[in-house]
């Protein structure tokens, strides 16, 4: 679940989250989202899933990552997989699992899952939840033109850098 309850069915771990750094987070457990990118003929990322946050979320109106609240005892990539394909309606089995990026306040973590298409695979993207107004593929080249979650829009250039391949 994206953050902004009144619209939302409470799941065991959703609850802010008053943080050391003086804000307010979203996920007692810490939160997970799912950056998932296909790839051009040259292996290249060419395109990620953006989700175009409901206006009645948290900084609602902003485009980040599918992604939300952990559940207790559920590890990141669970949480985001499963987020991703409430949210958006990304088939876990359609996706490989790449890394891991960790954003850490201390009392609370989110964790951005890296991921890409298994080869051969198509994805429809589409939203299947209440919390997104749209939910696309957008060009690598095209995100920084979204108006961005600000965390997001700050990891994003280290989250490209990894997705590339070495
Ligand atoms: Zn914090």
Known sequence: MTAGEPHSI???????????????HW?????????????DATGAPSHVVLQHRAL??????????PGGALAPGE??????LRE???????????????????LDHG????????ADVLPGTAIDVRPTDPESLEIAWV?????????????FAQAWPQLLERLSPV
């Open 10 to 24: 409470r799941h065991p771990g959703d609850g802010w989250v008053d943080c050391a750094c003086g804000s307010r």
């Open 27 to 39: 996920g007692q457990f810490g939160a997970a989202g799912l950056l998932l990118a296909r790839r």
């Open 56 to 65: 009645w979320s948290h900084l609602g109106g902003t485009w980040g990552v």
């Open 75 to 80: 590890t990141p990539v669970d949480g985001a």
């Open 84 to 102: 991703a394909h409430e949210e958006a309606g990304i088939p876990p089995g359609a996706v490989r699992i790449l890394g891991e990026h960790v």
């Open 107 to 114: 009392p609370w973590r989110y964790t951005t899952i890296l």
């Open 139 to 151: 060009s690598v080249d095209e995100v920084t033109d979204r108006t961005l979650l600000p965390a």
